[in-house]
């Protein structure tokens, strides 16, 4: 049984800084990463972490959001520096089997504000 824990969201000001961690679970995963939801917009990809250590980011978040994993523990997180207003959105974590199916964790609330 897979399960995706999240942990780390929360409020915080503009240029602040918030680290999201996601423990998985009950399976192997190739590639683990994160996407975000802000209300009344689409699920899009932050960004994406294989088992080498490959990474891919969205150009919104590049040279601010760094995702790093450890294979040993099966997680995943996403270091967050310089954080914006636009930031703000549910942060979910996916972890996918080597045959492409992802699986979701359960979201945790980023807000950035003053």
């Known amino acids: 049984q897979v399960q995706l824990v999240e942990s780390g969201g929360g409020l915080v000001q503009p240029g602040g800084s918030l680290r999201l961690s996601c423990a998985a679970s009950?399976?192997?995963?190739?590639?683990m990463g994160w996407y975000r939801q802000a209300p009344g917009k689409q699920r899009e990809l932050v960004a994406t972490?294989?088992?080498?250590?490959?990474?891919n980011y969205a150009n919104s978040v590049k040279g601010r959001f760094t995702i790093s994993r450890d294979n040993a523990k099966n997680t995943v997180y996403l270091q967050m520096n310089s954080l914006k207003p636009e930031d703000t959105a549910v942060y979910y974590c996916?972890?996918?089997?080597?045959?492409?199916?992802?699986?979701w964790g359960q979201g945790t609330q980023v807000t950035v504000s003053s």
């Open positions: 972490i294989t088992k080498a250590r490959i990474t």
């Open positions: 009950g399976s192997i995963f190739s590639t």
């Open positions: 996916n972890a996918a089997l080597i045959n492409g199916y992802g699986y």
